[in-house]
């Protein structure tokens, strides 16, 4: 019970024990050669600290080659619609999903057949290929990967995706006005 009640003792008390300790320790032996002392810590506010930090990030970008080969953007605009990364445990639990009982009554739910997953078992054992190789090569092999898979996807016929076409340009006043002024107008062309 004393440790929650007991008050702690002023900086200036000479009797209290490290103070004591350090008394005696300085009485009883000879002072140490000087060695270079580790810089003092000082309490510094939350926001000198955040404002170091800042300050050496600032630093290590501006120090950085602005024309190293990774800052300069890909040579072909299409390479940056494939994924550069795959994760070998997705890839697994979308196999894992198709052979299980799940995934085999969706499928045969949607299609009418069992499904024989050698498009999901292709992409799991391409992941875990990958995995020996460095980032760079790794990343040019997902993406020619996902190319070819692309390119097969097309061979077989069209699909409907290809029924949509991309928007180049964004609708404009698809949602103006407001329901009432529809229902209202409908109202008054029934009633004439």
Partial sequence: MGFWTRQPAPANDS???ITAAAAAAASSSPPPPP???????TTKS???VAEEELSALLKTLSSEDPLSKESLPPQNFQDTLYPTTMSCREAFDELYFCYSLGGQFKNL???GTYRQ???KSSDFWFCMKTKMYG?????EMIVKYHKEKEAEKYKRGPSSEDIWKVRTVPLEGQFMGTFGEEREKESHERDI
């Fill in 46 to 48: 939350r926001d000198d």
């Fill in 109 to 111: 739910y949607r299609y």
């Fill in 35 to 41: 060695q270079p002392s580790p810089p003092q810590s």
């Fill in 117 to 119: 997953c050698e498009d």
């Fill in 135 to 139: 980032p760079n090569t790794k990343k």
């Fill in 15 to 17: 009797t209290s024990p």
